[in-house]
């Protein structure tokens, strides 16, 4: 038998955006699935999910979950046939659109292969592993998710357009800073998002052109932010991500009712992270009582939500 984690994510700045070699800043959750490995029956895999869920993700993402794991066993050429394994999941990330549930599970499991089967990986072999999985999700990932989902902590990603190795630089704040994780509901296809946003720039390139290089001085200034502890000035940047996101087409009118209540009840800045059209909104509120009050209204509005800080 053998056992291990991968964890949840939340995208600070550059969901879709690093698709295409910009940067990224994300941080691992607390939260994280768990994998267990251990002697099946007959043939191949047989999976038990205990992941507790968003009414409808696992349904939904059925055919994902399986390719996901396929993709793994594939790449890795492990022989199913003579050693069959039963995978069992669970943990304390809820299965939602935009927190890197799938990713989560991917690392997990690849760490429990590589633990059930001798393998010896070191985390960028992991890291690798889950990549593979990832791509049953996103179509052609980043490999953010997956990062996070291995590595931890909070960081900057630039995905290696060349193929190479990608730039990951980890970061610390000067102190953990609250925000409140709020769910629409709504579970969306990563896969189906991204290829839409790449028609749209295909068929509008200037447009794009332009919102690609205005996320950038985002990015720029969300980064300096964070080294500064400005949280008025990172709020303000996860506004001016949001705007960028909304023209892109990536919101719907739920992002957009969780972002305006956020805001009205004191969030220095909300914005959609992840893949969007539904899935999950990171709302900016340092201080308990700023974080409990928005996640209140939140709440009120019929959403559910999640405490939890970045830069633990
Ligand atoms: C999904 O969590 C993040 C996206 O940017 C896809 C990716 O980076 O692979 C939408």
Redesign the pocket.
Known sequence: MAENIGYG?V?LF??????YGLS?IAGAMEHYVKAKIEKGEGKGFTLIDNRPETPGYKEKKREEIYKAIELMIKFLNIDLEKNPIKIILDGTLVCTS?N?SSSAMSTAIARALSGYFDLGMDDDKINEVSYEG?KAS?G??????NTCATFGGLLIFRKNMEGGPNFIEKITVKEPIEIVIANTGITQS?KE??ADLRKAKESEPEKYERIFREYDQVFEEGKKALGDHDLKKLGELFDKNQDLLRESTISCDEIETIVRVAKDNGALGAKLT???RGGNVIALTPGKDLQDKVAEAIEKEGFMTTKTRIGV
């Open positions: 994510k995208i550059g969901e879709h955006y690093v698709v990224g935009g890197g990832e996103a052609t990932p980043s490999g953010i998710d990563t998002v991204v992840g893949t969007g």
